[in-house]
């Protein structure tokens, strides 16, 4: 049973980084457009962005509920020791939210739609970033639940380059899904310059790479080895790097399909290269403790209860969401 609670919780992080990256993303790419392509992009993500908007959070609630009845210790740790991220986290999907809602809807266009599109772009900055923070923290080693000082317990353990650089690639890999995702939903008019988007988001992705590597062998992180050290790994990461290219086949091609999948191949085979060595530990402690999802504190009548509720869940979530995503595709 416990295995298949750790199927869900990976799969809803996977669909959540996939579906909520290309959400946040088209508030990053408006937030580095022109002044003339912000409205354009602005109309673009309106239309075509509803089943993504609906559905997103989903999956990060089914992830936090997992971890919260399931594995008790790795919520507890993030929330005590990543509380300052995660907080930041869930400030900037909230004022997403609520900017997007009143700049959307509101009865009255007077100045403070600019505030609102501030605050709505921004907000899709920040909250993939922390997103990337929270994740790379837990497995940095920084965590140090014997430090005896507010900075060392709550504040170092998250900031590091290694931590920023990977909220950096978080942030350009959401831009980069948006770009890829929109190339298909506009004009053909349009098309070039949401190419154009994705060409500097790709860009910046491999950039963000070259930096987590670079932080991570500068603070003693073995994600070299983690990626290169372990077959599975290095066939995900070679994977990887096959999909990108023939994203970009696809795009010359106009291939809209091809293209989406392989950007979904691409983010899987990248999540699998970075979390299959150290599995099944989740949060790398300092000194060489660990958190695993196999802790022995989780009830075994507990995850079956779960692993339960999650596979009744998925037989009504999985029709629902393609039915969403169907009639969201249809005109009206």
């Known amino acids: 049973m416990a295995y298949i ?4 919780l990976w799969t809803s992080l996977l669909v959540y980084l996939v579906m909520g990256g290309a959400d946040y993303g088209s508030g990053i790419l408006e937030l580095f457009a022109t002044r003339k392509h912000k409205a354009e992009i602005r109309k673009n993500a309106y239309r075509v962005m509803g089943p993504i908007w609906e559905a997103n959070h989903m999956w990060l609630i089914i992830a936090v509920v997992i971890l919260f ?6 919520y507890s740790t993030v929330s005590i020791y ?3 991220p995660l907080l930041a986290l869930l400030l900037g999907i909230i004022a997403r939210g609520t900017s997007l809602a009143f700049r959307n809807y509101d009865a009255v266009q007077d100045r403070w739609q600019a505030i609102y599109n501030r605050i709505f772009v921004y907000s899709s900055f920040i909250t993939p970033f922390f997103l990337g923070v929270i994740a790379s923290s837990a497995v940095s080693g920084r965590i140090d639940p014997a430090s005896g000082s507010f900075f060392g317990a709550y504040v170092n353990d998250w900031f590091s380059g290694f931590s920023l650089a990977t909220g950096f690639f978080t942030v350009a890999l959401c831009g980069f899904l948006s770009a890829v995702y929109l190339i298909g939903e506009v ?4 098309k070039r310059s949401y190419i154009y988007m994705a060409c500097m988001m790709g860009i910046a992705l491999w950039i ?23 077959l599975l790994c290095l066939v995900a990461a070679v994977f990887a790097l096959c999909a990108f290219i023939a994203l970009w086949l696809m795009i010359r091609k106009e291939h809209i399909k ?11 085979m990248m999540l699998i290269a970075v979390t299959h060595s150290h599995y099944p530990d989740v949060i790398l402690l300092k000194g060489g403790g660990s958190v695993s999802l196999f802790d022995p504190g989780s009830a075994r009548e507990t995850m079956s209860m779960l692993a339960m509720a999650l596979l009744g ?20």
Not at 187 to 190: F, M, N, S, V
Not at 211 to 227: C, D, R
Not at 258 to 268: I, L, Q, Y
Request: proline share 6%; charged share 10%; aromatic share 14%.
């Open 5 to 8: 609670v750790i199927f869900f």
């Open 313 to 332: 869940g998925g037989l009504l979530i999985v029709p629902s969401l393609a039915y969403l995503l169907y009639r969201f595709d249809k005109p009206v």
């Open 258 to 268: 091809s293209m989406r999948f392989c950007a979904g191949v691409m983010v899987t």
């Open 187 to 190: 004009e053909i008019q349009a």
């Open 82 to 84: 990543l509380h300052l």
């Open 69 to 74: 009845v399931g594995f008790p210790q790795i």
């Open 208 to 230: 963000g790479v070259v930096l987590v590597f670079i932080t991570a062998s500068s603070e003693g992180i073995p994600l070299t080895h983690w990626v290169f050290g372990d």
